[in-house]
């Protein structure tokens, strides 16, 4: 079974950090692209980051210069360092992953920022 399990989530202050982390395991096809998307509260699903296999990131604006993604590929693992957090930055948190076989997400982690 392939599952997507994401961590880190939390309640901080503006101008704090959390650093989120996805797990991908079972069958994973290796050529694929990982991100983040987030969805707040009567929002529609937006795209955070996203990192190719080779290390291409593609960044939301509201996110760049604040967050930065990351993956460690023999761990079939994404990162989101997310730091000067802002109170707009509160949604659930998805991990994605997206090849030509395959699109999978996570179950979400809620990142809260409080001002």
């Known amino acids: 079974q392939v599952r997507l399990v994401e961590s880190g989530g939390g309640l901080v202050q503006a101008g704090g950090s959390l650093r989120l982390s996805c797990v991908a395991s079972g069958s994973i096809y290796s050529f694929n692209t990982m991100g983040w998307y987030r969805q707040a509260p009567g929002k529609q699903r937006e795209l955070v980051a996203r990192?190719?296999?080779?290390?291409?990131?593609t960044y939301a604006d509201s996110v760049k210069g604040r967050f930065t993604i990351s993956r460690d590929n023999t761990k079939n693992t994404v990162y989101l360092q997310m730091n000067s957090l802002k109170p707009e930055d509160t949604a659930v948190y998805y991990c994605?992953?997206?090849?030509?076989?395959?699109?999978?997400w996570g179950q979400g982690t809620q990142v809260t920022v409080s001002s």
């Open positions: 994605n992953l997206v090849s030509n076989l395959q699109n999978l």
């Open positions: 990192i190719t296999r080779g290390g291409s990131t």
